[in-house]
């Protein structure tokens, strides 16, 4: 059974840094492409970052040049380090892992970032 674990949540001041991590059960890891998503409350889940199984990153506007989405297919776990944190990035975070080739997506259950004074 496909399990997705995010990690590395909390509560963390604005201007403050914090490392998630996404634990990817799966079989295969490398053929995915690793994508981190967020919900605030009363707004559709969005696209922070995203990484292809070919090695490519890509950013939403608001977290480029602070957030930076990595992983180590050795351990099976993606990363998400995210830096100069602000109040606006408060949100549920949520793991996403997909092959489309397979009609593969799975999603982690979710960590709180709360940035606040």
Same mark, same amino acid.
């Given at each position: 059974?496909?399990?997705?674990?995010?990690?590395?949540?909390?509560?963390?001041?604005?201007?403050? @840094?914090?490392?998630?991590?996404?634990?990817? $059960?799966?079989?295969?890891?490398?053929? !995915?492409?690793? +994508?981190?998503?967020?919900? $605030?409350?009363?707004?559709?889940?969005?696209?922070?970052?995203?990484?292809? @199984?070919?090695?490519?990153? =890509? !950013?939403?506007?608001?977290?480029? #040049?602070?957030?930076?989405?990595?992983?180590?297919? +050795?351990?099976?776990?993606?990363?998400?380090?995210? =830096?100069?944190?602000?109040?606006?990035?408060? $949100?549920? !975070?949520?793991?996403? $892992?997909?092959?489309?080739?397979? #009609?593969?997506? !799975?999603? #982690?259950?979710?960590?709180?970032?709360?940035?606040?004074?």
């Amino acid at each position: 059974q496909v399990r997705l674990v995010e990690s590395g949540g909390g509560l963390v001041q604005p201007g403050g @840094s914090l490392r998630l991590s996404c634990a990817a $059960a799966v079989r295969f890891f490398a053929l !995915y492409d690793m +994508a981190w998503y967020r919900q $605030a409350p009363g707004n559709e889940r969005e696209l922070v970052a995203h990484s292809t @199984s070919s090695g490519s990153t =890509n !950013y939403a506007d608001f977290v480029k #040049g602070r957030f930076t989405i990595s992983r180590d297919n +050795a351990k099976n776990t993606v990363y998400l380090q995210m =830096n100069s944190l602000k109040p606006q990035d408060t $949100a549920v !975070y949520y793991c996403n $892992a997909a092959n489309s080739r397979w #009609g593969n997506d !799975y999603w #982690g259950q979710g960590t709180q970032v709360t940035v606040s004074s």
